[in-house]
């Protein structure tokens, strides 16, 4: 281990970069780093250095790093794999002390790759310097309107914090972290590492979720430690791969990676408090929604639904994600009763279609909804509600008394919009309101199942790890 | 049981219905079913029963059913529920033969409820008249330009079939059946049952595929021949829920289903050939895939990636889901070899990025994925593909490789896109071509597993099901 400790500025907060090998074209087409800064407005210093080009994009450029004057916080490093090591040597001469490697060809290919990694590590222990990667798309900060990826990239200021392994990761955050307004892909994770980026993204005050890609986790204990204290604040969703033996075995040929027992990371991580999930959509699902959604403070359920074979989709999951259908209150379903038919007892699922026919949708859907969210023994709602074309909004539409409410009062309400323009009604809710749309049930559940867990986590895990003061 | 034999064609072709009991006023948020015939352009004659209204929707009504002239093939009933016994019998002494009762409050409600359920059966045994529901949407024909519905819905030529026990996977059909050309709602399924329609869509030459939600299979045996016989030629995709106590307790107050040990429901499905999908979004996948592609004759898949990262969530799901990552015939390595450098081991995952950074994507993704088509070890392929932005495409497209490719190979070709504009490249894929686009990797793998699965049902169960003549 480097006895030197990443510097987090340097990384995340660089005033000065110098990029050591860049295409020579920009624009379309050829994933030249300097172009997302350019479109994202990075406003620190920024030196190229290439053997020919005079000019890269409009900047000019220096022949060799020997000819950088003054000094650089970061150095972006993509050369011919056997340069790499002496690339490092001259960076450190010139006072640079954060550089990242994102060219492949390291611990992610041959044995020749694995003896420059090493070369690679001995040279920055040698120097003091640390290396993010190799093999790695690096750093995305859009608070600082910096990244070092070549991989075009929209710059998003949101309060997700994200770490990973692999640069997808990055590139389709949108989906696989449920976006990213700072990243670290450690990648081949040669010195830089999980624990370190992890503490980064834990101390950054405008982070309140960070999304987790790991393929190994070489340093258990103090990652364990890190994860611990962070998650008593900020919950953190980790995609935990290289469960299969295929899986692990690539692993290591991808990122050098050791993946360890599956079973033992479970339990590892949960002990953590880190939230595991099982599939990249959840990962986005669970992110965006502890991002959005109030805390779900147990495991009691209150399921307002237009359709029963829904509410069945519900229970069966529920009962797998360790959540219950609640007993309503009373007067919850005194509420019920002056709405429904004398024909339908009234229980959870709440199944008010036939009050709806004789009441109408916003008189009756408001009315169960603020019950359900009133009821002390509620401790969050999952919603079905109609997608439907324009036209038939007037008489039908949920989606207004939903938003309404859901400022109102402090428990997550988890909506999933069906019919034929679902996904409008989807995207409504997710434009404003404090409630969450998902695009299955299951989903829904899953999402309160792990919101749920972390919440007891919390609970189960007091104070103990801040009067131990680690 | 009931003696006479449910007509299909009176149900699904009838080309004169009678509604008994329908809203007054049309248009939007009424949910009038005529509404959805005069959209669709039915064909057939409609004569609509009301005691007060003298016109609905432009069609004159007459006051009672004692009133109708002539025949109909098709009674839609929705009414009190204390007078349905009584409709019953009246449909029949019209020479109606087939019944559709929409109107909740049967068995899905109270005890009385259930006694008037069994009096509706009574009385169409009595008179020799087959029920569909209650509690239903009842039926769609896209083909027939019919339905039942009162929901809204669209109408599509689809080869998907569906039957299904709750109204919701009509009005969703697209998310949550892939889509509905013929669909039966059985719900209550108080005579009709999940067995007859399975029969019905299995004798439609328009219906390739076929989709299943049951919350009980109470005919277990008959369905289970059915569904065997079908399956030889379509697959059938069920989506079996009341799986948990609570779900299978609710499902009984919702359609009055007996839900069963579902390990057993689990073997005894997957003895008929019918394929079992955990979640809904697996449900819409997985039917629409069937629809899209070539079959999957075996486990072993070859990975078309730029991602080390998502290559290992692949193995880790293919492992789970009984698919092999092959090992590449020596020609298709030498394939790669040529484009790759010198310093990557060709193999499977075939991760291509650097060679793309050498070649260009659109050489070195024809080469790659053309090698992985013609090699004899590969029953399937998944591939990895970038979504960006219209000014990269030029350079970085595969989507026109892909699809040129996929006419050209009777093997599956599945791909992920992703990047900023991933659904862009989702939907130009969709739209066109014999590959099939997934929102996520783990939706691939679940995908070809289950294709898989079914091809490996085919050929063990041979033709002996045709031989013993069911």
Same mark, same amino acid.
């Given at each position: 281990v480097s006895p030197y400790p990443p510097s987090k500025d340097l990384f995340l907060y660089p005033r000065s970069v110098v990029f050591v $090998?860049?295409?020579?074209n920009n624009g379309p087409?050829?994933?030249?780093?300097i172009d997302n800064l350019i479109r994202w407005g990075f406003r620190g210093t920024v030196h190229l250095v290439h053997p020919?080009?005079? %000019? !890269?994009a409009g900047f000019p450029t220096i022949e060799?790093? *020997?000819?950088?004057e003054g000094p650089a916080d970061l150095a972006v490093v993509s050369a011919p794999r056997e340069t790499v090591p002496e690339i490092i040597g001259q960076c450190a001469q010139k006072g640079i002390r954060a550089i990242v490697v994102t060219n492949? $060809?390291?611990?992610?290919?041959d044995s020749r790759g694995r003896e420059l990694q090493r070369l690679v590590v001995e040279e920055a222990r040698r120097s003091g310097v640390r290396i993010l990667g190799p093999n790695t798309l690096g750093i995305v900060n859009a608070f600082h309107r910096f990244?070092? *990826?070549f991989m075009p990239l929209e710059r998003q200021e949101l309060a997700i914090g994200a770490v990973c392994q692999s640069g997808v990761f990055v590139v389709d955050a949108k989906r696989?972290?449920?976006?990213?307004?700072i990243g670290v892909?450690?990648?081949?994770?040669?010195?830089?590492g999980l624990a370190d980026a992890l503490e980064w993204l834990g101390s950054?005050?405008? !982070?309140r979720v960070i999304a987790l890609h790991a393929?190994? !986790?070489? %340093?258990g204990g103090r990652f364990l430690t890190v994860a611990r204290r962070i998650s008593g604040t900020k919950p953190i969703v980790a995609l935990k791969t290289g469960r299969s033996w295929r899986g692990a075995r690539a692993a290591v040929s991808h990122? $050098? *990676?050791?993946?360890?027992e599956d079973q033992v990371a479970d339990v590892a991580l949960r002990m953590a408090g880190v939230l595991r999930v099982d599939e990249t959509q959840d990962m986005a699902d669970l992110v965006r929604g502890l991002l959005v959604l109030p805390p779900m403070r147990g495991p009691r359920v209150a399921v307002v639904t237009f359709t029963g074979g829904g509410g069945i989709i519900l229970l069966d999951f529920m009962e797998r994600w360790g959540l219950e259908p609640t007993e309503l209150a009373t007067s919850t379903l005194d509420v019920l009763q002056e709405v429904y038919p004398p024909w339908l007892p009234p229980g959870?699922?709440?199944?008010i279609w036939p009050a709806i026919m004789k009441h109408g949708m916003e008189r009756v859907y408001g009315l169960t909804l603020k019950a359900a969210l009133m009821d002390?023994?509620?401790d969050g709602v999952l919603c079905v509600a109609l997608g439907l074309p324009p036209e038939h909004r007037?008489?039908?539409? *949920?989606i207004e008394v939903i938003q309404g409410l859901s400022?109102?009062?402090d428990k997550p309400i988890v909506v999933w919009p069906y019919g034929e323009e679902a996904e409008e009604a989807h995207a409504r809710l997710t434009e404003r309101g404090r409630a969450f749309a998902v695009p299955t049930l299951e989903r829904g559940v899953r999402l309160l199942g792990h919101m749920s867990r972390y919440e007891r986590w919390k609970r189960l895990s007091g104070g103990s790890f801040e009067m131990a003061g680690s």
């Open positions: $090998g860049l295409p020579r087409g050829f994933l030249n780093p020919h080009a005079r %000019e !890269i060799g790093l *020997s000819m950088l492949q $060809g390291f611990a992610d290919a990244t070092t *990826s696989l972290t449920g976006g990213m307004g892909d450690i990648a081949n994770g040669c010195d830089v950054e005050a405008a !982070i393929e190994g !986790i070489p %340093e990122t $050098g *990676s050791l993946c360890g959870n699922p709440m199944d002390p023994s509620v007037a008489r039908l539409d *949920s400022g109102e009062f």
